[in-house]
């Protein structure tokens, strides 16, 4: 498949550095103020070496990568609220030319699920977004295969930063400030971690996966836009407020807190929850894990790398061997 990428960060920089080894083809790199294009292929450790000199990936603009030769628009491009632009707009100038999106980018799916599914209704092109949800971890294909009308529930802790904070804080008794700024000289959290302290990194995550759950439930566009889900839906509470003496006072009743997001029909909740010491939701560090609720199944629980350049890459690209 021939590829175009938006975004040449962590993610972006490592979709197209592993592509070939998928058996893809990039013909099309762009960050937000350049881009190269190339429709027989793409010199990629090249464009990428510019690009780390502090120059421009090419001489072509983001525009020019848009309107490129490719199969599949992979929109790796920051995550923004609201209209989720520009990330919806490359989403469906794409489909609008019957081509495949693969996303990174949560916002068109966190923000304008029902929008893109009408875009995609009126396209050839079909829209993935895997990695939206849990890094390396197969959340959404999970769900898609055990059959999300037999699901009831989808709840995990999926910010790897504040499980970080959080276990760090449980396992050496500091207190939130003092974890959090090791975690951002280990380059855990980002210099601004409200994205992730404050939950919403994680409600978003969840947002997508209730919009994936009520659309099993409905028979058009119509009904999916009557029971959309958007992060201002979402119920949500972060960590900043945590005291070390909470964490050990769990301790001493054989329990812990971590930062939970659930995803039901009936809406999103994140908050820090009490969860047992040794339970399948005390994962420490930064790894993820989720639980998927199934009517037949029982529960299930899928753990690994929640983020990180190559394992939400492995996901992108997971994505684009489903539109093979």
Do not use: W
Request: contains cysteine; proline residues 3%; aromatic residues 4%.
């Amino acid at each position: 498949m021939r590829l175009c990428v938006l975004g040449a960060g962590a993610v972006g920089r490592s979709v197209a550095e592993l592509a070939p080894e998928y058996g893809h083809t990039v013909t099309a790199l762009s960050d937000s103020s350049s881009a190269v294009v190339d429709p027989d292929g793409l010199d990629v450790e090249t464009a990428l070496a510019r690009k780390e000199a502090d120059e421009a990936l090419g001489d072509a603009s983001p525009g020019d990568a848009l309107a490129a030769e490719y199969d599949v628009l992979v929109e790796a491009t920051p995550t923004t609220l609201g209209d989720a632009e520009p990330g919806f707009s490359h989403l469906r100038t794409a489909l609008e030319r019957d081509n495949h999106v693969v996303l990174a980018n949560k916002g068109p799916v966190a923000e304008r699920y029902a929008d893109v599914r009408e875009l995609e209704a009126d396209s050839a092109g079909e829209v993935y977004f895997e990695a939206t949800v849990g890094g390396a971890i197969p959340v959404c294909a999970t769900v898609d295969d055990l059959g999300a009308e037999h699901v009831s529930a989808v709840r995990g802790v999926l910010n790897g930063t504040a499980n970080f904070v959080l276990s760090r804080m449980a396992a050496e008794g500091l207190d939130y400030d003092h974890v959090l700024a090791e975690a951002q000289d280990l380059g855990v959290a980002e210099a601004d971690p409200s994205f992730d302290v404050e939950g919403t990194d994680a409600a978003l995550k969840c947002v997508i996966l209730a919009n994936v759950l009520r659309e099993a439930d409905c028979d058009s566009l119509d009904e999916l836009r009557e029971v959309e889900v958007t992060l201002a839906d979402a119920e949500v509470e972060g960590i900043r407020d945590i005291p070390g003496s909470a964490l050990e006072l769990a301790a001493e009743d054989g329990r812990t807190v971590r930062l939970v997001g659930e995803a039901t029909r009936d809406g999103v909740t994140v908050g820090p929850r009490l969860v047992p010491e040794n339970g399948t939701l005390s994962v420490t560090g930064t790894r993820n894990i989720v639980e998927i609720d199934h009517e037949y199944a029982g529960g299930l629980a899928i753990s690994g790398r929640g983020a990180g350049g190559e394992e939400t890459a492995s996901a992108v690209l997971a994505d684009v061997a489903r539109l093979e």
